[in-house]
């Protein structure tokens, strides 16, 4: 009976399975955002090249590289988002086992008392009954539609997304480690300006109570002149806040508590060289969070296959086998072995819309996952190209900022020897002195700029996993 009932089972399943496939296969697609050509061309970047350079060969740093390495190893954000990857294999793992039977083992033993009231204990009276039950069972989903499979393909890339989301986490603080370590540099020479500035002014008081003693100027200058020492020595202040803070933040990253960050000095960094513009649809193939928004476009489409699926019937095909008896004293005798086989095909009629629904609701949820992708795209072609702005605005800033700086200092100059023969007003020295240290630190300000536009282009191309 056994036979005769599983081979029309079987053969029922083969010819399903041969023709009867309703999901449809994923197929990638560019945003239709796509532009050749980055609005500009006058920035010599190979911006392909530079997207595929190693942390080592960018920097070029020795003491940010390990300060990268220590925040890859140690920083906690990044290590919360690995355990999403482990989660994330978890669940494919588990996808992966659903073509295979569920199977279980059971001991259910059971007694029963019939009441006398009732149909049989009428007859039976109210003696009690008992029974053993000890067995294997197994059901088996036949995967007729495709939805197992898609199931599957929706899990892996999920899990390629939890992948691509740690990447997109380590590019991310390694920027933030990177921009913070520059700021640092920065800070440290303008502190250096500051301090030199200081030393000069503490030698210009000795010069100008002179010049009152011979009669050229009058107290006010050297009140002026005391008053743009204690000027410079409020700057120091603020510098050293502004590096204590930075400092706690960078050390943050790292996953450590405060310690002192070693670092070069600003005229000692050095980036490599770089060519040409690249093709956004080419240079961006690298950014992590792209592939994120591309993997769930995947897992998306895959569930509104497994959406349709349940539209049609369900095949499922169950067994069991064991031990069954009365008397547990004859529980394990070969009488006692009982054995079920069992097919039903189950097509859904009426479900309160719940499969409408969740077709409808994948369909959306599919959508959604496009529009986030093209979103992303234009965003990272935008961040790309504020980052090349950037740096150009601060390279063509610092050619002015230094012409700026010469006059400045000439204007200086010339003044303070006018001033010696009383053939100026000592606030045009004043003036001339004020100018030129912003000028100074202003142009720090712009080299800073022109790092961190580095930072975050090589951020924006995906460059650093």
């Given amino acids: 009976m056994t036979k005769q009932l599983l081979l029309p089972i079987l053969s029922l399943t083969i010819v399903i399975f041969q023709g009867c496939k309703v999901t449809r296969d994923y197929v990638q697609g560019e945003p239709e955002s796509v532009v050749e050509t980055f609005p500009f061309d006058t920035l010599n970047i190979d911006t392909v090249s530079m997207a595929a350079m190693d942390i080592e060969e960018f920097y070029n740093d020795p003491l940010l590289i390990s300060l990268i390495r220590s925040g890859l190893e140690n920083n906690y954000n990044l290590s919360i988002a690995l355990r999403s990857i482990e989660i994330a294999n978890a669940y494919y793992l ?76 380590q590019t991310e603080l390694i920027a933030n480690i990177a921009s913070l370590y520059y700021q640092l540099v920065a800070l440290d020479a303008q502190k250096e300006l500051t301090e030199r500035t200081i030393e000069n002014r503490k030698a ?43 400092e706690n933040t960078l050390n943050q990253l790292l996953g450590r508590t405060h310690q002192p960050v070693a670092r070069i000095a600003l005229a000692e960094t ?4 770089l060519l040409e513009v690249g093709v956004p649809s080419a240079l961006l193939q690298n950014r992590p969070d792209l592939r994120v928004a591309e993997y769930d476009i995947r897992s998306a489409f895959e569930m509104t296959n497994v959406a349709e699926t349940f539209f049609y019937p369900t095949l499922r095909i169950t067994a069991g086998t064991g031990f069954e008896t009365l008397d547990l004293g004859t529980l394990l005798s070969p009488g006692s072995i009982f054995g079920n086989l069992a097919a039903g095909l189950t097509q859904p009629i ?25 979103d992303r795209f234009v965003n990272a072609v935008k961040e790309v190209s504020d980052a090349m702005y950037n740096i150009e605005a601060a390279e063509n800033k610092i050619v002015f900022q230094q012409r700026e700086l010469e006059s400045l200092n000439k204007a200086t100059e010339y003044s303070e020897e006018l001033l010696n023969y009383g053939l100026a007003n000592y606030l045009e020295v004043l003036r001339a002195r004020d100018q030129a240290l912003a000028a100074e630190l202003s142009i720090i300000t712009s080299h800073l700029n022109k790092l961190s536009g580095l930072v975050s282009l090589y951020k924006a191309l995906g460059g650093g996993w």
């Fill in 350 to 374: 009426v479900s309160r819309r719940v499969n409408k629904t969740r077709r409808e609701v994948s369909e959306l949820q599919y959508q959604q996952a496009v529009l986030n992708y093209e």
């Fill in 270 to 273: 050095n980036f490599p060289e």
């Fill in 94 to 169: 588990q996808g992966k086992q659903a073509y295979w039977p569920e199977i279980n083992a059971s001991f259910q033993p059971s007694f029963s008392r019939n009441s006398t009231n009732s149909r049989f204990g009428s007859f039976l009276g109210d003696q009690i009954f008992q029974s053993y039950q000890l067995g294997v069972s197994a059901s088996w989903e036949a995967d007729i539609w495709g939805k197992l499979r898609a199931q599957e393909k929706a899990a892996f890339a999920d899990y390629l997304a939890a992948e691509s989301s740690v990447k997109v986490v």
């Fill in 204 to 246: 210009s008081i000795e010069t100008i109570e002179s010049l009152k003693d011979a009669g050229n100027v009058t107290e006010v200058a050297v009140q002026q002149t005391e008053a743009q020492l204690y000027n410079a020595q409020g700057l120091i202040v603020d510098l050293n806040k502004n590096i204590q803070l930075a």
